[in-house]
């Protein structure tokens, strides 16, 4: 696990960590995506959009890795406690994801998961005003954390391109 921190201009800190899971979740990750249909019972499409989709069954094993990230946790400087996770997969469709923060202030993760590196289909990092610092790749087992969600603008700069299988673990935390 390569972890490198970005400080924003606010005050809040991206933590971009690359290699984040072991092969063999990441094994074990990929499997359950390529499960992905619209036809499968574990997958359900999100209450307002038919271009997300969410994984229903089990994370058991990944989860188990992914509460136990002392890296990350020497990185932060704090204590995170798992949350919850979240398996989804985001489909072609009507253009980019517009610039927000959470709406609550606990840790959140992104670890994308793909056959395909697409430079430009990560997540964007914007300043306050909305305007652009960084775009993300969107590459295998690579991703990010933020302090807190409350308090980085991010968003999808661009929509995602047909051909792309666009699955994201998400990740909450808490602190101790």
Same mark, same amino acid.
């Given at each position: 696990?390569?972890?490198?921190? =970005?400080?924003?201009? @606010?005050?809040?800190? =991206?933590?971009?960590?690359?290699?984040?899971?072991?092969?063999?979740?990441?094994?074990?990750?990929?499997?359950?995506?390529?499960?992905?249909?619209?036809?499968?019972? @574990?997958?359900?499409?999100?209450?307002?959009?038919?271009?997300?989709?969410?994984?229903?069954?089990?994370?058991?094993?990944?989860?188990?890795?992914?509460?136990?990230?002392?890296?990350?946790?020497?990185? =932060?400087?704090?204590?995170?406690?798992?949350? @919850?996770?979240?398996?989804?997969?985001?489909?072609? !469709?009507? !253009? !980019?994801?517009?610039?927000?923060?959470?709406?609550?202030?606990?840790?959140?993760?992104?670890?994308?998961?793909?056959?395909?590196?697409?430079?430009?289909?990560?997540?964007?990092?914007?300043?306050?005003?909305?305007?652009?610092?960084?775009?993300?790749?969107?590459?295998? @087992?690579?991703?990010?954390?933020?302090?807190?969600?409350?308090?980085?603008?991010?968003?999808?700069?661009?929509? =995602?391109?047909?051909?792309?299988?666009?699955?994201?673990?998400?990740?909450?935390?808490?602190?101790?």
């Amino acid at each position: 696990m390569l972890i490198s921190t =970005v400080n924003l201009s @606010n005050g809040s800190r =991206v933590f971009l960590i690359d290699q984040w899971l072991t092969a063999d979740a990441l094994k074990e990750l990929r499997s359950i995506c390529h499960t992905y249909s619209q036809n499968n019972d @574990n997958w359900k499409s999100a209450d307002w959009s038919d271009l997300r989709w969410y994984y229903h069954g089990s994370l058991e094993n990944i989860i188990k890795e992914i509460s136990t990230a002392k890296s990350i946790n020497d990185a =932060v400087g704090k204590s995170l406690i798992f949350a @919850n996770a979240s398996l989804w997969i985001d489909l072609p !469709g009507p !253009g !980019g994801m517009t610039p927000h923060v959470e709406g609550d202030g606990s840790y959140l993760a992104q670890i994308y998961i793909s056959d395909k590196e697409w430079p430009d289909c990560g997540t964007t990092i914007y300043n306050d005003q909305k305007q652009i610092l960084f775009q993300l790749p969107f590459r295998d @087992n690579f991703g990010w954390l933020f302090e807190y969600g409350t308090t980085v603008m991010h968003g999808r700069e661009h929509d =995602v391109p047909d051909g792309l299988n666009r699955f994201s673990l998400m990740i909450w935390y808490t602190v101790n």
